[in-house]
């Protein structure tokens, strides 16, 4: 589903003009944004958690030339960890 597929749905949905559900749906995408970049956890009770992750930095290999290595720098990324909720959703359990 694409952001644009959402605000259509949404606005459909509940009556609301698309490009008021497109404001509202992009400040909470530009929030959630701003707040993991300040290294907030992000939490929506049954849906999931939102948080950063330091990946350490590494020795990578190109598979083509083993003997060739690449150091790869320390990194940031985003983590979801699904809730309860949509968890035993999508497992069917």
């Known amino acids: 589903m694409t952001k644009r597929e959402m605000v ?3 606005a459909a949905e509940t009556g609301f003009a698309q490009t008021d559900v497109f404001e509202v749906v992009q400040r ?3 929030l ?3 707040s993991l970049c300040r290294g907030d956890r992000i939490e929506f009770r049954n849906f999931g958690v939102f948080e ?11 598979p083509n030339r083993p ?8 990194r940031k990324t985003v983590k ?4 309860r909720i949509m968890r035993r959703r999508i497992t069917g359990s």
């Open 32 to 34: 959630m944004t701003e």
């Open 80 to 83: 979801f960890k699904p809730g």
């Open 52 to 62: 950063i992750q330091t990946r350490k930095a590494r020795v990578g290999r190109n």
């Open 8 to 10: 259509a749905r949404i």
């Open 28 to 30: 909470a995408l530009d």
């Open 67 to 74: 003997e060739q290595t690449v150091r790869i720098p320390e």
